[in-house]
């Protein structure tokens, strides 16, 4: 196991109502990023966080927003679900940022279910 | 913009025989590449890297995998499969820029299956 943990696991959630993620990093962790795993796709880039501050971000609308924590810990919000927007959400942790060669270490993920 | 490229949804193997899963990428720059393996109802577990040197890389549970800059590929390997190594492949690569998010560009991945 990686030491970074995700809550809920799972998640079911109407049309235009808006959900909170969140996901605690690996000890000694201080960048948490978060990808978006669609049913039989890779995982996307949606944003990074780096001491509690957005560093970088896919390509996703503004209505996902995310938060970290002086602790590393993270949240993502997502606004105004649509049906697309039902994935697999994935929380990873790594130490420092803007170097390439840095592991990213996964937690289990969130299965989110817009009906 | 980079990309990665898997071209075989599936990979169907025997027990005790060798396999490969392909992988091809798309980077300006040079490219930072990793396997990752994920299994049902569980996140990403990382297996390797390349950075720089060696074009091949060793990883975990036996993978390795070969760098081949001429035709940008990150083949993974392994000699003889396992049953248990059946699972859910991705290649994902970053480019080294120096700056911006360390975000990576994940393939959509690919089926491995260990025939007993």
């Known amino acids: 196991e990686t030491g970074v943990t995700q809550s809920p696991t799972h998640l079911i959630k109407t049309r235009g109502q808006q959900v909170t993620l969140r996901c605690s990093s690996q000890s000694g962790h201080n960048t948490v990023s978060w990808y978006q795993q669609a049913l039989g796709q890779g995982p996307q880039f949606i944003f990074q966080y780096y001491r509690e501050e957005e560093n970088g971000r896919g390509n996703f609308p503004p209505r996902f927003s995310g938060l970290q924590f002086p602790n590393y810990s993270s949240e993502l919000n997502v606004n105004a679900l649509e049906l697309d927007d039902s994935a697999l959400y994935l929380c990873?942790?790594?130490?420092?940022?803007?170097?390439?060669?840095?592991?990213?270490?996964f937690g289990a993920g969130t299965r989110l279910s817009v009906l | 913009a980079q990309s990665v490229a898997q071209p075989e949804d599936q990979v169907n193997v025997a027990e005790g025989n060798p396999l490969t899963v392909k992988c091809t990428y798309s980077?300006?720059?040079?490219?930072?590449l990793f396997w990752y393996v994920q299994y049902p109802n569980r996140g990403l577990q990382f297996l390797l890297k390349y950075i720089t040197g060696d074009n091949l890389v060793k990883g975990s549970y036996g993978f390795e995998a070969e760098f081949n800059k001429s035709q940008t590929s990150f083949h993974l390997k392994k000699p003889s499969a396992l049953v248990s190594d059946s699972a859910l492949y991705f290649c994902a690569v970053r480019a080294y820029s120096g700056g911006g998010a360390d975000g990576l560009t994940f393939g959509k991945g690919t089926h491995l299956i260990i025939q007993p």
């Open positions: 990873a942790s790594s130490l420092g940022v803007r170097r390439g060669e840095n592991i990213q270490y």
């Open positions: 980077v300006s720059g040079n490219p930072y």
